[in-house]
């Protein structure tokens, strides 16, 4: 079984203090592994636990530095590593187009993917949609939000547990998939000191990108910056019934709630 | 000269960082106040191969450097001082008698791969009563009988003791010879006649099992003697080497933990209408700490690369066991002092640090011991 494990290099934002309209700048800050592609990692590894014929392939994209994201998956447990050269800004379309190539790429060289995981979000841009997009291009069923992911019997079905809003759901799915992971139900593996060595010594393949048209951004980054602080501060007095349907309408009106 | 950590040993330093802030840092109050050592913890942090990390694989360690170890018992320490020092204790000090030996290969595969990545457990019996620092006076006596030794006598202060599998027991042929005749075996647990003593009830790293071992007719095989009669004192003094590096670590983590702690109190703590660190008397006391602790950390990772790079290194590991511990001891202090009422409170963590702080003064060789090991190189 082969899966491929798209992990995403993010700016550390625990020591991010912008003030009401600063503009954002990574300057000084770490940059580290997106939390949630760990979980993808640590979900695809317990596949591995379950069957260790399983080859598990990280793919990250960016410039040189992403290779550190890279081994440390190598270190957690992953078998192969890949980067797809990148540079710059890309929006989540260009990204998932991109990633997409990069998939059919490494798939020619290693065998199909039975399974293709990300996490369900980066804790930097906070998109949400890479895997969605993947599931869309390289049409294969989506399931987000997995909490945790094994093998059951049946050799051509992967049990998952879904986090749902109020609780869990479990179901069964044939290959080839593409999984969003979330926070896991169980722990995430420490990887051990042999394997950093180890991690630190393997070969990285590069992956040169072959951008057709539809894989350029078609939205350009103009500024990131925080909101301005909120001019008006209204104090709702009526009662707990009619005060809601007051704050519910004042939240539609400024889109946060759409219904 | 290069003052910068690698790749690898930043990503080691993160995982250990990761499991004492994740594991080791919930409950080690309630550990401290009931003694109880954490056993499943200890084996878990095994897993990634820590108490291996400085001997070669082929003797089923994890193949990385001294320096490497090192940055793994600072980071325990930070959170957990009694957890260092069952972790230095089991490499540097049991770990380093099996390398340090000249015990055959197969030997020291046998009794140092089990311990590397904490499926058993290794301790260190050289102290007794009445040799502490003096450790040529012990009384502890191998008798060869046909291909077997009997081993008769007591050890005291053996950390890890009622919990190690394996303990490097140090003793003498024949008390007329002294150290001349002194010899070391590895014993196992469940060895007929020997036995847990006392187990002690202690100021500091209470969670760190601290026993007496007894020794009544012990018969252990010769090939598990590690070092032939006449050399068993030179394997401890150079294994204590090894070991005064580990203590001097695991100073260096307690006196960053309590440290950390007293720095993020004074930016939140108001007093006078401000935070205290803005009292510049205490900004400039945190100012001479830090820098006290960095001084210490050189000398601790120094003495570190010395060993590794096949330097000799008795005299820079004395020298940063002495400065760590006694950093260890005015940072902790200090630090109680800096959160004032409350640094004297359990939940706090720094009255323990400091109580935990004190012993690393003391033991594997008091900071006396170790003036009298520089001294001992200067006027030669």
Redesign the interface.
């Known amino acids: 079984m082969n899966i491929i494990v798209c992990m995403k290099q993010v700016y550390d934002l625990k020591d991010l203090k912008l003030k009401a309209g600063e503009e954002f700048t990574p300057q000084g800050l770490d940059r580290r592994v997106n939390p949630f592609d760990v979980f993808a990692l640590e979900a695809a590894l317990t596949v591995k636990d379950q069957n260790p014929q399983t080859k598990v392939i990280v793919l990250s994209m960016g410039a040189e530095h992403t290779e ?1 994201c890279l ?2 998956g190598l ?1 957690m447990g992953a078998d192969k590593a890949y980067r797809l050269n990148s540079s710059g800004f890309l929006d989540t379309v260009a990204t998932s187009r991109r990633l997409a190539q990069a998939i059919h790429k490494i798939e020619k060289a290693e065998g199909m993917a039975d399974i293709i995981i990300t996490g369900i979000q980066s804790t930097d841009s906070g998109n949400g949609i890479v895997a969605c997009m993947l599931s869309r291009i390289l049409s294969r069923t989506l399931v987000s939000s997995a909490a945790e992911i094994s093998l059951t019997g049946n050799p051509s079905k992967l049990e998952i547990v879904k986090r749902c809003p109020d609780g869990f759901e479990k179901t069964e799915h044939d290959f080839p998939l593409i999984i969003s992971a979330t926070k896991l139900n169980h722990e995430v593996r ?5 394997r ?2 180890q991690a ?1 010594q393997a070969k990285i393949n590069i992956i040169e990108p072959s951008p057709s048209k539809k894989a350029m951004s078609s939205t350009e980054l103009i500024r990131i910056a925080k909101p301005g602080r909120r001019s008006r501060n209204v104090i709702v007095n009526d009662d707990v019934q009619a005060g809601t349907q007051i704050l519910l309408r004042m939240l539609q009106e400024d889109n946060i709630f759409t219904r | 000269m290069n003052f910068e950590l ?3 040993q930043l ?2 330093q993160q ?1 250990a960082r ?2 004492a802030q994740n594991k080791l840092l919930p409950g080690v109050i309630e550990r401290d106040e009931t003694s109880v050592f954490p056993v499943d913890l200890f084996k878990e942090f095994g ?4 108490y291996g ?1 400085p001997f070669p ?1 082929e003797f089923g360690g ?3 450097s001294y320096m ?1 170890y090192v940055l793994a018992v600072e980071e325990v320490s930070k959170v957990d001082g009694a957890f260092g020092i069952s972790y230095s204790v089991d490499t540097s000090l049991y770990g380093g008698s099996i390398m340090n030996s000249s015990a055959p290969d197969a030997i020291k595969k046998k009794f140092l791969a089990p311990i590397t990545y904490g499926e058993k457990i290794g301790s260190f019996g050289l102290t007794e009563h009445s040799a502490g620092s003096d450790a040529a006076g012990q009384t502890t006596v191998a008798v060869k009988k046909g291909d077997k030794y009997v081993i008769n006598g007591a050890k005291c202060f053996n950390t890890n003791g009622p919990l190690a599998d394996f303990t490097v027991i140090y003793s003498l042929t024949d008390p007329a010879l002294g150290t001349k005749g002194m010899c070391a075996f590895v014993v196992e647990k469940g060895t007929p006649g020997f036995t847990v003593g006392k187990i002690e009830n202690k100021m500091g790293i209470r969670t760190a099992q601290v026993s007496e071992l007894h020794l009544e007719n012990v018969e252990v095989p010769e090939e598990q003697m590690i070092a032939k009669p006449g050399e068993g004192f030179k394997l401890a003094m150079k294994t204590l080497d090894g070991g005064r590096i580990g203590v001097a670590a695991q100073g260096l983590g307690i006196a960053e933990g309590a440290f950390e702690i007293a720095r993020t109190y004074m930016m939140q703590r108001e007093q006078f209408g401000k935070p205290i660190a803005k009292q510049q008397y205490l900004a400039f006391k945190m100012a001479e700490l830090q820098t006290k602790i960095e001084s210490a950390r050189m000398m601790v990772y120094r003495a570190a690369w010395m060993k590794d790079n096949g330097k000799p290194y008795t005299v820079p590991a004395a020298m940063a066991k002495m400065t760590c511990t006694n950093v260890a001891m005015e940072v902790t202090t200090e630090a109680v002092q800096m959160l004032g009422g409350n640094g004297y409170m359990k939940e706090y963590h720094v009255e323990r640090m400091m109580r935990d702080a004190k012993i690393t003064q003391i033991y594997e060789g008091t900071n006396e011991i170790q003036k009298l090991v520089i001294s001992g190189q200067l006027f030669r």
């Open positions: 550190k081994i440390e270190s420490y990887p051990s000191f042999p950093i060595r630190n | 690698t790749q690898e990503q080691l995982v990761e499991f897993k990634t191969g820590a990390l694989e994890a193949g990385g490497d």
